[in-house]
């Protein structure tokens, strides 16, 4: 029997709290494609990344699928 595992963005690694408000994940960020700034070869701002929500309701990104999830690594600190 095969089990299904539900893949929730705030789960996997590409996911990115919103700087602006950290404590609603619904406006959370994806991250997979986080360019680098060419100015400052620093990481773009979170809030110029796109929703989670808006990629996975988009067939040519993540997809309600979720082909792009990684699970987040677990820390055992």
């Known amino acids: 029997m095969k089990v299904f595992t539900m893949k929730f ?3 996997c690694k ?4 919103s700087e602006g ?3 609603k994940p619904e406006l959370g960020r994806c ?3 986080r360019a680098i700034s060419m100015v400052t070869g620093l990481p ?5 990344l796109p929703f989670a929500g ?3 309701k988009d ?3 993540c997809g ?3 082909g792009l999830y990684e699970e987040k690594e677990v820390s055992h600190v």
């Open 9 to 11: 963005c705030i789960n």
């Open 14 to 17: 590409h996911f990115l709290l």
């Open 21 to 23: 408000a950290p404590n």
């Open 31 to 33: 991250a997979y494609k």
């Open 44 to 48: 773009v701002p979170t809030d110029n």
């Open 54 to 56: 808006v990629s996975r």
């Open 59 to 61: 067939i040519n990104t």
């Open 64 to 66: 309600e699928h979720a």
